[in-house]
């Protein structure tokens, strides 16, 4: 199911969305509402995995700097070290 929401944007992204729906054949509403759709769920996934880092956080549930340093000094070189752990 769908529905209706109206939103302002400036006369240039009107334009280049217009442009757009034509060169894709596709209407200016389906093209909103899959960049809005897009955008959602990349905000939504950040936001959870920002609060889940802060869990961790709280919890105690870190890795030292210095141990992920060396870690990522590592990398390419014939000793190349495994990820550290908690």
Do not use: C, N
């Not at 960049?35 to 105690?60: C, N, R």
């Amino acid at each position: 199911m769908s529905t209706t929401l109206s939103l302002r944007i400036d006369e240039a992204t009107k334009e280049r969305l217009e442009a757009l729906a034509k060169r894709s054949r596709r209407s200016k509403s389906f093209l909103a509402a899959e960049a809005i759709a897009s955008y959602v769920e990349a905000e939504s996934w950040q936001l959870d995995e920002i609060a889940a880092g802060l869990d961790d956080l709280e919890q105690g549930r870190t890795i030292g700097h210095e141990a992920v340093a060396g870690w990522l000094r590592s990398w390419g070189g014939p000793d190349e070290r495994k990820m550290p752990g908690r």
